[in-house]
């Protein structure tokens, strides 16, 4: 196309025969003006000056990278910072310096600085603390209860939450006093109905735990699950995400339920509250379906108080500053160097031994052992609790 023009062609005989516009080859004939065509940059060229208006240029880049090495060597002050380059830079005479958050750019982006980000690991899967129910062969119920309702003219009223952690199984038993025997029934009933999971998790409620003013104490929900072969898993103390799944689901039930209706009376708060559920279990049928199985509750089971407990409890906890732990209302040396660090206690009634397993949320498929010591229930020592019979069928 320039080379017809300068063969004596005109602007727009060219257009026409190369199928453009006059401008282009305009375009194109000024920019090989005065030069061969064999020395011509032929590339297109963005639009706009070579340096943009706002880029500092490459020479004052180099002078606040030399002055950062040199206030770091020999500062009085040891300071190298963006502030203290651009300090540096008024003093020995710029008028106009680029700005500290400049400067703070132009130390970042030619990797000039002392900090390191901070990484964002990948969340552990839900259950990561226990083995069985992280590689999704175990289903785990979490339970938790809410105080504090007050119905207007009416009574204080508690509620017992249930959320299964792999499916959306969820179960709500408002009340007006939650105690052990009630969470008992409500465990029960739950159970008969939708099946037994592998574990059971709650805090460390006395009504869960059972009493806390002494030492070796099972309390009787604790032997119920015992007897049902499941395992209870309790929480550490003041430690968030163990317990989010039912806590998440104890903000949705007040608000969807309590917060949403003026409820007359308790029984019309149960009223909605069973019809929370049930839509709630409608909408999760698929999940339930594809979660881990449960199995089915043992027929003509019947429980007695009296019997001695026998299966595995799991205490998740935190180390002390001397790497111990307490729990049943016992403290136990576990690491001298694993300190302020999570644990998985493991206490094996039957084997009368308590295992403790090193927990890390980076990286949760290393449980390594930890320490193993001896551990056994002590034997009843009077009449009076032998004599205990409370029955649940």
Partial sequence: MVALVRGGAGLRAAARKFGVSHNTVKFWVERARGRRLDRVDWSERRRGPRMPANKTPSQQEELVLNLRRQLKQHSDLGECGAQAI???????????????????????????????YRVRRPPPPPGWYLPEVAAGRAELDSFDIVEGLVIKGGPDVE????????????????????????????LLQHWRQCGLPSYVQFDNDTRFQGPHNYPDTVGRVIRVCLSLAVVPVFAPPRETGFQAAIENFNGQWQQKVWRRFRHASLADLILRSDKYIAAHRRRATTRNAEASIRESFPEGWRFRLTQSPRGKIIFLRRTSETGAVRLLGRDFMVDAVWLHRLVRAEVDLNAETIRFYALRRRDPSQQPLLKEVHYALPKPISKKWSAIADTLS
Wanted: glycine fraction near 6%.
């Fill in 159 to 186: 509620v017992l939450n249930a959320k299964s952690l792999h499916g959306d199984l969820a179960a709500s038993w408002p009340c007006e006093k939650m105690v052990a025997k009630t969470v008992i029934s409500c």
């Fill in 86 to 116: 651009r300090d540096e830079l008024l003093a020995r005479g710029q008028d106009q310096p680029p700005s500290t958050r400049t400067i703070a750019r132009i130390l970042e982006r030619r990797g000039a600085v002392d900090h390191r």
